[in-house]
């Protein structure tokens, strides 16, 4: 298991890292029990992600797919950020360990999730189809 | 930057006089140890040689000592093989702790699917059994008791002795795991009323691949491979003479130097433990005297081991962690859930351990540079937010 010097270097200076204290929207996806939790919050701006950041507890990819995650999404309208998919996490970052593709999940549904907070907080339908998040992601079906 | 290694519970670096027994049999005396000619007997003599000067630091003869590829095909062998001779008398229980390294444990799973019945101790909060409870859990039909001499994450010392005693009362055998213990602690078979034995040649500062089962002559035996003569038949194959020379000169030295180096490492090792139990939510692991000398084994709340790893490694710190992350499944470390710590702190372990090439230099290099890394990974991790939250 040898990590990508792009996700060694996104583990070593995430980008985007911090609380965000006036964020428009947060999700947490993940649980501490089975090593990962990352926590994403976003500033909207007329339906562009004007701002993003996020903190995150578990493994280096963790950490990197976070971090990268923010990168692609920043400055992108809303409808983009949803179309963010884990696949596109793990090739922006050459590649993980088959064992880390969880995270690359994870940090697309930390995106969702935060997403799914903008809407609830400002009464906007989405379709609920769209967003299977992480309750449904078999990595934390433990007990 | 510095270079620290201090994961020498994984492995050793081969001591340079280690290595210079081992050359020879490479290329010069290269003879197979099993032919009649002058070559042959060359080779043949060392290895003899090796197996006195092994025999010598466990306490018992070298014909109870058997030759093999590691720790991992000893411990396998010492049970497999115990259990099915014993469960020709009806004797189908066996006992051992929750924590056992893994070589253990699955042999363990393979005999239950054999039929066996396996009693899995408990290990406590300090990481050892109570001898009540190994008296209690030995029954008529318990063929074998195996039990770990130093624990591989935690470091924790079982009271070998007093379990050999105790098997010896009820008339169990018993097998102890000593690849953490061999050259690091003393071992006496003799007067430990040790039956079996284990341990592995790169622990203390041998090469990989070769170790030693040892079984007391009354103890039968038998093969898990089939072949020649050697090993007096039980374990053929060709041996390795340059691989065992050099487990036995390691051996020795080790032992020879165990009373000054100990004492050493353990306060390299106490500076160590007493420097990082100062950063705040942070735990020893395991019991606090009762430790192998180089062991220290932590935890710290809100960060996960594997981060804590690479970010030490990038800092010139090998070490090593019992995060799911680092162990390919998604369950922290089985030692770690044993004495009882929860999934989400055992995420966030860390091991460091220590051999007599380390300095007190390393210590503080060590010490310099881990509460920075722990603190900058809280700063990012939900987990520790929530952690401080809770405590306002």
């Known amino acids: ?143 | 930057m510095r270079q620290v290694y201090a994961d020498n519970a994984a492995t050793t670096a081969v001591s340079p006089s280690v290595l210079e027994a081992m050359l020879p049999y490479f290329s010069e005396y290269y003879g197979n140890p099993s032919s009649l000619h002058s070559y042959g007997q060359k080779t043949a003599a060392a290895m003899d040689e090796a197996r006195a000067t092994i025999a010598h630091c466990l306490g018992c003869r070298p014909g109870e000592l058997y030759i093999t590829s590691g720790g991992t095909e000893a411990d396998n062998w010492a049970i497999a093989s115990t259990a099915r001779l014993s469960a020709r008398k009806g004797k189908k229980h066996l006992i051992t702790t929750k924590f056992e390294h893994h070589a253990l444990l699955h042999t363990m799973e393979e005999m239950e699917k054999e039929g066996f019945t396996v009693t899995y101790l408990d290990v406590h909060e300090d990481g050892l059994i109570r001898l009540e409870e190994l008296a209690e859990a030995i029954r008529p039909d318990t063929a074998l008791v195996s039990i770990m001499y130093a624990n591989n994450e935690i470091g924790t010392i079982q009271p070998i002795a007093e379990i050999g005693k105790l098997c010896r009362e009820k008339e169990v055998y018993f097998h102890t795991d000593a690849v953490q213990a061999a050259g690091h602690l003393p071992i006496n078979v003799e007067e430990q009323s040790i039956d079996m034995l284990s341990l592995s040649a790169h622990k203390f500062y041998g090469p990989k691949g070769v170790g030693v089962l040892y079984c007391r002559r009354t103890v039968p035996i038998y093969n898990l491979i089939y072949g020649g003569g050697q090993e007096r038949g039980k374990r053929p194959g060709t041996e390795n003479p340059a691989a065992i020379v050099g487990m036995a000169v390691a051996l020795k030295e080790a032992c020879e130097a165990m009373a000054t180096d100990m004492p050493r490492v353990a306060a390299l090792r106490d500076k160590l433990i007493a420097g990082l139990l100062a950063i705040p939510r942070s735990r020893l692991n395991g019991h606090p005297v009762k430790r192998l000398p180089g062991n220290a084994n932590f935890a710290f709340e809100g960060i996960e081991g594997e981060s804590l790893l690479l970010s030490l490694d990038l800092k010139g710190i090998a070490a090593s962690s019992g995060s799911a992350c680092t162990s390919g499944s998604l369950d922290p470390s089985h030692v770690l859930l044993a004495i009882g710590l929860t999934h989400e702190v055992a995420h966030g372990s860390l091991r460091l351990s220590l051999s007599h090439y380390n300095t007190e230099e390393d210590v503080d290099y060590i010490l310099a540079e881990t509460p920075a890394i722990v603190a900058n990974l809280r700063s990012i991790s939900p987990v520790w937010e929530r952690l401080m939250n809770e405590k306002e």
């Open chain 1, 1 to 143: 298991m040898a990590y990508s010097e792009k996700v060694m270097d996104h583990f070593s200076h995430p980008r985007n890292v911090g609380k965000m204290d006036d964020a428009d929207g947060i999700g947490e996806v993940g649980n501490a029990r089975c090593g990962d939790i990352m926590k994403m919050y976003i500033k909207v701006d007329d339906g562009v992600i004007s701002d993003v950041s996020f903190n995150t507890f578990g493994c280096a990819s963790a950490i990197a797919t976070s971090s990268i995650a923010t990168e692609m999404i920043k400055g992108k309208p809303i409808g983009e950020a949803l179309a963010l998919t884990n696949r596109a996490v793990v090739e922006a970052l050459d590649g993980l360990p088959p064992a880390k593709i969880h995270c690359s999940v994870l940090a697309e549904q930390a995106v969702k999730s935060a997403i799914v907070d903008y809407y609830n907080r400002n009464g906007i339908d989405y379709d609920k189809e769209e967003f299977a998040l992480c309750d449904d992601c078999e990595h934390c079906q433990l007990d």
